[in-house]
Nanobody, 115 residues
Framework: QVQLVESGGGSVQAGGSLRLSCTAHGITTNNCGMAWDRQAAGKPREWVSAISTDGYTTYAGSVKGRFTISKDKAKDTVYLQMNSLKPEDTGTYSC?????????WGQGTQVTVSS
């Protein structure tokens, strides 16, 4: 069964940091682009960051300079290092594949940032 599993979410104060992980089960994502999205309560899902198969990274303007996406191919895991967190970063963060032979996405991990 193809599955992506996120972890690393939690509750932090503004200015704090968290590192999210997204690990593939049942597939390899090493030939896929990977992206992180987030969704705050009552708001539409928004794209946060992406990393292509050749390591090219992109970020939404709201997180650029604070978040870093990376990929450990040996562990088939994508990370999202989040620094200088703000209350508006609160939401459910999920990972997914793109430009990939198969579509896969995770259930998400909750991030709550208090002021």
């Amino acid at each position: 069964q193809v599955q992506l599993v996120e972890s690393g979410g939690g509750s932090v104060q503004a200015g704090g940091s968290l590192r999210l992980s997204c690990t593939a089960h049942g597939i390899t994502t090493n030939n896929c682009g990977m992206a992180w999205d987030r969704q705050a309560a009552g708001k539409p899902r928004e794209w946060v960051s992406a990393i292509s198969t050749d390591g090219y990274t992109t970020y939404a303007g709201s997180v650029k300079g604070r978040f870093t996406i990376s990929k450990d191919k040996a562990k088939d895991t994508v990370y999202l290092q989040m620094n200088s967190l703000k209350p508006e970063d609160t939401g459910t963060y999920s990972c997914r594949t793109f430009n990939c032979p198969y579509a896969a996405w995770g259930q998400g991990t909750q991030v709550t940032v208090s002021s």
